[in-house]
């Protein structure tokens, strides 16, 4: 006969209390999800994705574009995509709590997350309410494009991104992302 495991729960709270020692500390319906600080090119990749879109959709005033970011949904989920793009009526100083719509989430996968990113995080996001979700593969040199959990499409060349609420689009090319990581 087996023996039940037990898992532990943990709260939004609970999190205040876990060490700052680089990993990232994440809550899917009170489950703890702990990846190691990214590598180099993880941030690199993930830094020039979010100046593309900062250029495009903050600085004219339309969003605001963080890295990482927080999903807040006490108690028990917050996530913390790489790039979480807003609406801008949500100023800079608001707590992640209070921020009610999310336009786009973005992973940058890594050895240590890829799991979590593409088979919990992605439909995750979802079902808070995320419209589009990108997995960007540095090895591949691709992103995962996903406006639906069964919705996915891989993009090698240019994603054109329709913002939200805005007669918008934003065209991110990817040559420009991957340049020079070899």
Partial sequence: MGMAVSVPR???DDLERFPDDGDRYELLDGILLVTPAPRAVHQNVAGRLQVLLANAVEYPGHARVVGPGA????PRTQL???ILVYPARFGPGVDWVRITEHWLA???LSRSSRVYD???KRD???ALGVPQVWLVDIADRSVEVSRAPEARD???DVIR???PTLDMVVPIVLADVFAGLE
Avoid at 71 to 74: D, H, Q, R, T, Y
């Fill in 10 to 12: 943990y709260t939004v």
């Fill in 71 to 74: 999903i807040s949904v006490p």
């Fill in 80 to 82: 913390q995509p790489d």
């Fill in 106 to 108: 973005v992973e940058v």
């Fill in 118 to 120: 593409r088979v919990f």
């Fill in 124 to 126: 995750a996001y979802f």
């Fill in 154 to 156: 891989v993009v090698r």
């Fill in 161 to 163: 991104w329709k913002v």
